[in-house]
Nanobody, 123 residues
Framework: QVQLVESGGRLVQPGHSLRLTCTDS??????MAWFRQAPGKEREFVAAITLSGQYTNYADSAKGRFTLSRSNSKNTTFLQMNGLEPEDTAIYYCACSQNSYYIGSGASEYPYWGQGTQVTVSS
């Protein structure tokens, strides 16, 4: 049973960093992703990582600023976000696929979702 719990979201100033954590308490090892949804906007893909951690995929908005990694022994993924901008303000959701290798941007390919954690970037 996949149970995803995100943590780490908070208010930060522009230019600062933040690390989000997603733990799968069910221990089902699959590829995982992060999405985000800003007020009044559709949910959008941020990054994804294979089970092995060898392959990652990033949205253009995340490339060069965000890094996704994972610890399989802890059933946890980490989204390190640097150089945060007000446009990064959103609820960030962790998601889990049904296999070990899918890292695409299609939300429908991730049947399991966490409740989200709020990230606010503001001075």
């Amino acid at each position: 049973q996949v149970q995803l719990v995100e943590s780490g979201g908070r208010l930060v100033q522009p230019g600062h960093s933040l690390r989000l954590t997603c733990t799968d308490s069910g221990g089902t090892l699959k590829s995982m992703a992060w999405f985000r949804q800003a007020p009044g906007k559709e949910r959008e893909f941020v990054a994804a990582i294979t089970l092995s951690g060898q392959y990652t995929n990033y949205a253009d908005s995340a490339k060069g600023r965000f890094t996704l990694s994972r610890s399989n022994s802890k059933n946890t993924t980490f989204l390190q976000m640097n150089g945060l901008e007000p446009e990064d303000t959103a609820i960030y959701y962790c998601a889990c696929s049904q296999n070990s290798y899918y890292i695409g941007s299609g939300a429908s390919e991730y049947p399991y979702w966490g409740q989200g954690t709020q990230v606010t970037v503001s001075s």
